[in-house]
């Protein structure tokens, strides 16, 4: 299982603050935009008021287990943690 966690606006997205990923449901190697397609099939639609998740993660940086996870191409492994850190406001 892979863990995802939302924060700011992808957490507005999906009206979720984590996701569990059965990485085995995934066809192909296991990156990280495998995941981020997977997750948009999830959550093909934003709660109202919501920027979609598609065109969040667009935007997003990604950490994969507390390291910089900057392609779509980076592998992901099963157990792992994937944050989904849109920009945030005031930095």
Known sequence: MLTVRY??????????SSDQINLSHLDGPWTRGAVENHLVELHPAAPAGERPLIEVLARSS?????QSCPTPASPVRDGAVLDVLPPFAGG
């Open 62 to 66: 990604f950490l994969l287990d507390g």
């Open 7 to 16: 924060f700011a606006a992808a957490k507005a997205a999906t009206g979720r």
